[in-house]
Nanobody, 123 residues
Framework: QVQLEESGGGLVRTGGSLRLSCVAS????????MGWFRQAPGKEREFVAAISWPGRNTNYATSMKGRFSITRDRARNTVFLNMYNLQPEDTAVYYC????????????????WGQGTQVTVSP
């Protein structure tokens, strides 16, 4: 099973940007897709974006399309989430996940998860 480790979270002001990274190890060559989810306090985990590992197909949650961008570097087994114009409602723990298909927004379709990285957006 693939192991995932996120980094890049932190505190940012409204309108700022952050870049999250997720490094995969241990089984990365068998991955089909990687994605990002987030969970705010008191809320359910929600889909953010996903990307196919062999190719470059992407999938975004409608509300985040245009402000968030997912990319991957196969040589470094790393997926990135570039976040722009961040708002206080983007405050959450962001999780990296590996799964079977980039086209799914269901957490159940992602079988490996990182520990999460906190993103806090101040007003």
């Amino acid at each position: 099973q693939v192991q995932l480790e996120e980094s890049g979270g932190g505190l940012v002001r409204t309108g700022g940007s952050l870049r999250l990274s997720c490094v995969a190890s241990g089984g990365s060559f068998t991955m089909d897709a990687m994605g990002w989810f987030r969970q705010a306090p008191g809320k359910e985990r929600e889909f953010v974006a996903a990307i196919s590992w062999p190719g470059r197909n992407t999938n975004y949650a409608t509300s985040m399309k245009g402000r968030f961008s997912i990319t991957r570097d196969r040589a470094r087994n790393t997926v990135f989430l570039n976040m722009y114009n961040l708002q206080p409602e983007d405050t959450a723990v962001y999780y990296c996940a590996a799964g079977r298909t980039y086209s799914s927004a269901r957490a159940d379709d992602f079988t490996s998860w990182g520990q999460g990285t906190q993103v806090t957006v101040s007003p």
